[in-house]
């Protein structure tokens, strides 16, 4: 990914922005918060003193640069580091080995303890790879990256793809690969306009390569709160009748980045890509390391191509009443400081919960996120794709289901124009 500079004048001396009172709504852990955090003399912004001041990590709090812009990551080719995993994982979790795996629940998510991520070699991460595919969730204790240079911890992420660099979130100072979430000290305001506030995605989906395994650390925080939700979208789409598989197998959903950018921007924040990335995405994915298919909606999407909105609403809002609702598909994962929490976004979605307290300290936390395969509907898509081609447009796509869903195969063949 490459970066450009592009100054942009900043007017603060170092105080909190003021803002009217009633636009602000609610906290947002990611981006800029106008009614406690600071702009440096040089323009950057960050946040407060105190919270400064009073983190035990302050090369990983969040800062956000208006000055720095950044390219999309162009098409790549994606060989997922699972491929290459002994099947056994036997180098992860050698005969006699000091770790401990307990399953979460049955099918989705475990456990471990006695392996330390920052002191895996490369085919040790590999068998990583392959076994997050497998249990689409996977909790590790005791972790040592957040005490790690910044720079170890970024060549570590790298090792499973190129590392997104998020369009609005805060990151470390030079190290905008990293994704950080700072929820403030206090109660969130979340619930001053609303009973609940689930928020099931998979991450980046608008980007034409999202996201393949994130890893999620907690670096410090409250002794309880905060838990991510996880939901088998595997299990969930395999759950699904045949007929009704066969009619979302054929279907493209456009997933877009203009709410986010829009939202950060109206709170002050920045856009670190000047771009809004839409992009059309299969709404039953392929993963090629499992050979399985998955429901890979709504997250950020907001059409499905050939449908009129509101057959397009009843069908995502059916989805995500599904996944919101199946219980027996999901799991909790808890953190305590130096957790980490390592998830395959193309078999799961994940919520944050917002149930802090009302004298809770700041949650502070870190995401690394590397980029995997353009999402495809099969097999046959997978192993024909190719970054030197050409990538349809919206606008292309709805014309060729215009006459309802097309042949597939024979596009992706290169049959058909």
């Known amino acids: 990914m490459s970066a450009s500079i592009k100054p942009s004048p900043v007017e603060d001396k170092g105080k909190a922005v003021k803002y009217e009172k009633n636009i602000w709504r609610f906290d947002d852990a990611i981006h800029f918060s106008p009614s406690s955090d600071i702009v440096r003399e040089d323009g950057v912004l960050t946040v407060s003193k105190k919270a400064q001041e009073t983190s035990n990590y302050p090369q990983w ?155 999620f650390g907690l670096i410090e925080g409250p002794e309880a709160g905060g838990d991510t939700l996880f939901a088998d979208a595997i299990e969930a789409y395999e759950r699904l009748s045949p007929s009704f598989q066969k009619f979302l197998d054929g279907l493209r959903l456009i997933h877009s980045a203009r709410a986010q950018a829009e939202d950060s921007l109206k709170k002050g924040s920045i856009q670190r890509k000047k771009f809004t990335s839409e992009t059309v995405h299969p709404l039953i994915r392929y993963h090629p390391v499992l050979n399985k298919r998955s429901i890979f909606a709504k997250a950020f999407g907001t059409k499905i191509v050939g449908l009129k909105q509101e057959e397009s609403d009843l069908i995502l809002n059916f989805i995500q009443r599904f996944i919101a609702t199946a219980l027996d598909l999901q799991l909790r994962a808890s953190y305590e400081p130096g957790t980490v929490v390592a998830w395959d976004n193309r078999r799961v979605f994940h919520s944050a919960v917002n149930d802090f307290g009302e004298d809770d300290p700041a949650r502070h936390c870190f995401r690394i996120t590397p980029l995997a395969e353009r999402p495809v509907g099969s097999k046959e898509e997978y192993e024909s794709w190719s970054p030197n081609g050409r990538e349809r447009t919206v606008e292309e796509w709805e014309d060729l289901y215009k006459d309802g869903i097309p042949n597939l195969k024979e596009i992706f063949l290169g049959n058909l124009d």
Do not use: C, M
């Not at 307990?102 to 392959?130: F, H, M, R, Y």
């Not at 992420?157 to 000290?185: D, M, N, V, W």
């Open 61 to 215: 709090l969040p800062t956000w640069d208006p000055k720095l812009s950044f390219e999309d990551e162009p098409p790549f080719s994606h060989v997922d580091r699972g491929f290459f995993a002994d099947p056994g994982l036997k180098r992860l979790f050698p005969e006699g080995g000091a770790h401990k795996i307990s399953n979460i629940t049955p099918k989705l998510g475990s456990k471990v303890e006695g392996v330390q991520l920052s002191q895996l070699a490369p085919d040790q991460k590999d068998d990583l790879a392959l076994f997050v595919a497998q249990r689409g969730v996977v909790v590790f204790i005791d972790q040592d990256l957040r005490d790690k240079d910044l720079g170890e911890v970024k060549k570590f992420g790298q090792h499973f793809g190129p590392l997104h660099i998020h369009q609005t979130s805060g990151a470390p100072e030079g190290y905008p690969e990293f994704h950080i979430t700072f929820k403030r000290a206090g109660p969130p305001n979340t619930f001053r306009n609303k009973i609940s506030a689930p928020g099931w995605h998979s991450d980046v989906t608008y980007e034409l390569q999202p996201a393949g395994i994130t890893f």
